[in-house]
C-alpha cells in the first residue's frame, strides 16, 4: 500500500494482529452474560485491551465494529456503539497517562466510565424508547431497587443501571489487563513504551478537526431524519393525537443520530491511522533525524558531525515527503563536508597562532637564556595546574577542557613584555636598584599592549584573551600587594593566579644572576606554607601541591635537555 513500505512488515502485522484479536475478544465476551445468565454486557475487554497496547484509535475502531457485527442480531447494538467509542477514548487518556501498567490504576477507571455509561446511558435509554421505559435487562433490577430504596422508577433505574454497569466494567478492565499481561508474557516487545504511540500534536488536531466535523454531520442526519421520519408519520399524528408520532420520530433520529456519529468516529480513527502512516510518521522521523544531526541550542561538541541520522532515513512514500528528505539527506551530506573543510582550516589557523607564538618566545629566548627556558617549562607547569583544578572540581564556572588547552598555549606570552626591558636591567648580574625594577615591572603593561595589538591584527580568540590576562596580571598577589595594579582574590583572573605559582616556582628552582636555586622542597614548602592566601591562590596552591610530582618530572626533564 502507498506511503505504508516505509513500516517494518513485523512492526505493522503484530499491531494488526492485536486489534483483530481485541475485536475477537469483544465479539467472545458478549457472549458470555448470555451463557451465564447475567445482566453483564463483557463487550468491551478486547477495547481495552487494544487501546492498552496498539493505542486509542485502534481502540475506538474495534469498540464500535463489535457493536456493528452483532447489530445484525439486534439493530440496538449499534445505537450503542457511540458509547464504546467514548470508553475507548477514555481509556486511551488513561494509558497516556501511564494508568494502565496496574490493575489498581485501571480500575479508578470505572467511576468515570460509569457516570458515562450508566447516567448518559439510561438518558439515552429513555430517548431510544420514545421518552418512555421498556422491558430490558435493567428493569427487573431497578423494580427490586425502588422497592429496596422507596424510590421512584427514573431513579431506580438509574441506580441499578449504574450498579451493573459498575461490575461490568470491573470485570471487563481485570479482563483486559490479564490479557495484556498474558500479550506482554508472549511478546516481550510489547512492553517497550515506544510500541504504543501517544497522539503527537498534529495528529491530535487532525483527530479533534475531524472528529468534529463528523458530529456537525451526524447531527445533520439526526435532523434531516427527524424531518422527514416526522413528515411520513404526520397523519399517524392526527390519530395518536401528535405526541405519540413525536416521540417515535425523536427515537427514530435519535438512534440514527447515535449509529451514524459512532460510525464516523470509525471512519475518523482509520482515516487518521493512514495519515499517521502516510504523513505525520514520515514528518516525525525527519524532524527527529534533522535534531539529532543539528543538536540542542548551546551545544559545543558533537553538532552536524554525523549525516548518518538524516541519509540513513527511509521515506519511501512516493510523494513531496520522499523528495523533501532526499533533498534533506543530500544537505546534511554537504553540510557535514564544509564544515569538516572548515575545521581543518580552523585548525591550521589555530596551529599558525601557535607558531607565531613559539617564534616570540624564541625571541625572547634569544635575549636571556634562563627566560626563555622559564617560558617553557612555565607553560608546561600552568597547564599541570590548570587540569589538576578541572579534575578536582574546583573553579567549575571557568575552568573547561579548552581552557587547560587555552591556557598551555598562552603562557608563553606572559613574558612577552621583557622584549621591550633594556637588557642592561634584563641581563644585570646584581640586585636592581628601586629605578631598575620599576623598570622591570613595566614589562606587564608593556606585554599586556603587545597582545592586545596582537588580537587586533590575528583576531579574537580565547588563548590571546587569556595571554593578555597572564601577561598583565602575573605579578598580581592574592592579598593585593602585587602589581600592576593591585588587584585581589577573585579580581585577579584565574589564569593569572596559576600562572603566579607556575612562575615563582621555577624561579625559585633555577638560578638567578641574584640567588642560589631553591631545592624542590624548599620552594613547595615556601609556596605551601609561606605564601599561600597572601601571594597565592589557597585553592590552586592546593592543585601545585596535589600535583607537585608530575611537575618535578616536568622540570627534572628539561634540566636534561
Same mark, same amino acid.
Given at each position: 500500500?502507498? =506511503? ?5 512488515? %513485523? ?82 487518556? @488513561? ?22 455509561? =450508566? ?16 422491558? %430490558? ?28 454497569? @459498575? ?28 510500541? *504504543? ?30 424531518? &422527514? ?11 395518536? =393525537? ?69 541519509? =540513513? ?80 572540581? *574546583? ?113 625559585? &628552582? ?23 592566601? &597572601? ?22 626533564? &628539561?634540566?636534561?635537555?
Amino acid at each position: 500500500m502507498l =506511503g505504508l513500505s516505509h513500516y517494518h512488515g %513485523d512492526y505493522f502485522g503484530r499491531k494488526a494482529g492485536l486489534t483483530l484479536l481485541g475485536l475477537l475478544l469483544n465479539l467472545l465476551g458478549a457472549q458470555l452474560p448470555g451463557l451465564m445468565g447475567v445482566p453483564l454486557y463483557l463487550d468491551n475487554i478486547g477495547t481495552f485491551f487494544v487501546v492498552a497496547l496498539v493505542g486509542v484509535i485502534p481502540g475506538m475502531a474495534v469498540g464500535y465494529l463489535g457493536n456493528l457485527f452483532y447489530s445484525f442480531q439486534d439493530p440496538e447494538w449499534l445505537y450503542w456503539g457511540l458509547f464504546c467509542v467514548i470508553m475507548a477514548w477514555l481509556a486511551g487518556r @488513561a494509558a497516556d497517562e501511564g494508568r494502565f501498567t496496574r490493575l489498581s490504576d485501571m480500575l479508578r477507571l470505572v467511576p468515570v466510565i460509569v457516570l458515562f455509561t =450508566g447516567l448518559l446511558g439510561e438518558i439515552f435509554s429513555w430517548l431510544l424508547s420514545g421518552l418512555g421505559y421498556y422491558e %430490558d435487562g435493567i428493569a427487573a433490577y431497578a423494580s427490586a431497587v425502588g422497592s429496596f430504596l422507596g424510590v421512584e422508577l427514573p431513579l431506580a433505574r438509574i441506580i441499578a443501571r449504574c450498579g451493573i454497569e @459498575a461490575l461490568d466494567k470491573s470485570l471487563v478492565l481485570a479482563a483486559a489487563w490479564v490479557a495484556v499481561q498474558l500479550a506482554r508474557q508472549v511478546w516481550p516487545e510489547l512492553k517497550a513504551a515506544h510500541f *504504543r504511540k501517544k497522539l503527537s500534536p498534529l495528529r491530535r488536531r487532525m483527530v479533534l478537526l475531524i472528529t468534529a466535523s463528523a458530529g456537525v454531520t451526524g447531527m445533520a442526519v439526526f435532523l434531516l431524519a427527524c424531518h &422527514t421520519h416526522y413528515y411520513m408519520l404526520e397523519l399517524a399524528v392526527q390519530a395518536t =393525537g401528535g405526541w405519540g408520532g413525536f416521540k417515535d420520530t425523536l427515537a427514530f433520529g435519535g438512534g440514527l443520530f447515535s449509529a451514524m456519529l459512532g460510525a464516523e468516529i470509525c471512519i475518523v480513527a482509520f482515516s487518521v491511522s493512514y495519515i499517521d502512516w502516510t504523513l505525520v510518521e514520515p514528518v516525525r522521523k525527519m524532524t527527529d533525524a534533522m535534531r539529532n544531526f543539528v543538536g540542542d541550542r548551546g551545544e559545543q561538541h558533537g553538532k552536524y558531525e554525523d549525516a548518518g541520522p538524516v541519509t =540513513g532515513l527511509r521515506i519511501e512514500t512516493h510523494d513531496e515527503l520522499q523528495t523533501l528528505q532526499a533533498a534533506m539527506a543530500v544537505t546534511a551530506s554537504d553540510v557535514v563536508d564544509y564544515l569538516a573543510a572548515l575545521n581543518l582550516k580552523i585548525e591550521e589557523i589555530r596551529q599558525l597562532h601557535t607558531n607565531i607564538i613559539s617564534t616570540i618566545a624564541d625571541i625572547i629566548e634569544s635575549r636571556d637564556v634562563t627566560t626563555g627556558t622559564h617560558v617553557k617549562r612555565t607553560s608546561a607547569y600552568a597547564g599541570i595546574i590548570a587540569l589538576q583544578l578541572l579534575k578536582e572540581g *574546583r573553579y567549575t564556572d571557568v575552568i573547561t577542557d579548552d581552557f587547560v588547552r587555552d591556557i598551555q598555549v598562552a603562557a608563553p606570552l606572559h613574558d612577552v613584555g621583557k622584549i621591550c626591558i633594556p637588557d642592561a636591567v634584563l641581563s644585570k648580574p646584581g640586585k636592581l636598584t628601586s629605578e631598575e625594577f620599576a623598570a622591570m615591572k613595566r614589562h606587564t603593561t608593556l606585554g599586556r599592549e603587545i597582545v592586545r595589538r596582537a588580537r587586533e591584527s590575528l583576531g579574537e580568540g580565547e588563548y590571546l584573551e587569556m595571554a593578555q590576562d597572564l601577561a598583565a596580571y602575573h605579578h598580581e598577589w592574592w592579598n593585593g600587594r602585587g602589581y600592576p595594579e593591585g588587584l585581589k582574590e577573585q579580581e585577579i583572573p584565574l589564569s593569572a593566579r596559576i600562572m603566579a605559582v607556575a612562575d615563582v616556582y621555577d624561579a625559585l &628552582t633555577t638560578v638567578r644572576p641574584y640567588k642560589r636555586a631553591f631545592t624542590p622542597e624548599e620552594a613547595r614548602g615556601l609556596i605551601m606554607l609561606e605564601e599561600k592566601g &597572601t601571594h597565592f591562590d589557597p585553592v590552586v596552591v592546593d592543585a601545585f601541591v596535589h600535583a607537585f610530582d608530575l611537575i618535578e618530572k616536568v622540570r627534572r626533564q &628539561t634540566e636534561a635537555e
